[in-house]
């Protein structure tokens, strides 16, 4: 397999031909039909008139998913409390009442230890194989296979980890004094629901996602039918079956937020949503990157290269985010 340099060096070229593949019919992403700007026919038609029959005109049922579809698309949308993102997959058709099931298409078959590795070039490949099942395995059962989560899931573990182990957090500046026992800064952190020494050390970040405070150990220790167990026996975080579930539950939290920032190709934001800052936000825009290109370009129904593909084609960005 071609080096991350090489595979960086080929994405302008391949978000160029991505992009000339918008405009045309509907597309199959995994056995699902996906409507987008640009595409025609008879789904599309199908479309309009179901649009038109809930009270959202798209202009003329003529079969082509125009800016006037769109616009009928986002306000549905929008009306359902979907994420307003103007193309018409699993979740929105469902709503629409033209499919029967709402499940994004997956990508996690694609994701091979040898992919991973090339999201994480400086980590030992033993350890991806012995540590990725596990996270995709929860990503699964959370429904979070569809391929912006699954990169963000990845891109998380490399800026927090990037030896793709559950590991415990460092000490820093940032959370310990100077003379001071370890974690002291976090001991009286009201807003991670810590209640005094000896909880700044006691609910230090670990895991995959970096789990932090109290309040975050009693809930998604209680999320994960663990019952108090992690509040009890916090280094459970650090087990790897439990921190790949903690990691797909924090994330399945944050999914319409995560994609939302995507939507705006903002990689910042979706850094801070997870860790509440910018920290390692060079690894996860570099590994997010890296993935973005080696999983199929039409696995996923979102974003980033829809809107790379729209802005390439003269689409003004008022017309996809009124």
Known sequence: MPSSRSRLRGTAARRSKSARRLPGRAEGIGGATVLRLGASGQAVARLQRRLSDLGFSPGALDGDF???????????????????????GPRTLAKLGLAESDALPSVIAQVT??????????????????????VLEALAQDRLGDKPMVLVALATIRAETESFEPISEGLSRFN?????????????????????????TRFCGRGFVQLTGRFNYA???????????????????????????????????????????????????????????????QRFSEAYAIGDELLDATSGSLAPAFVRALRAHGRVREVLFP
Do not use: C
């Open 66 to 88: 125009g800016p006037a579809t769109l616009a009928a698309v986002l306000a549905f949308q929008k009306s359902k409390g979907l994420l307003a993102d103007g193309i018409v």
């Open 113 to 134: 230890p040898r992919l991973a590795s090339e999201m994480f070039p400086f980590t030992p490949l033993d350890n991806i194989k012995r540590n990725l099942p596990a």
């Open 176 to 200: 310990t004094s100077p003379g001071g026992h370890p974690f002291d800064l976090y001991d009286h952190r009201q807003d991670l629901g810590n209640q005094g020494p000896p909880d700044g």
């Open 219 to 281: 809930k998604y220790g209680e999320a994960l039918g663990l019952a108090d167990q992690l509040v009890k026996k916090p280094e459970l975080a650090n087990q790897p079956d439990i921190a790949a579930r903690i990691l797909s539950a924090f994330l399945k939290d944050k999914e319409r937020p995560i994609k939302e920032a995507l939507l705006e190709n903002d990689l910042k934001r979706v850094r801070r949503l997870v860790n509440g800052g910018s920290h390692g936000l």
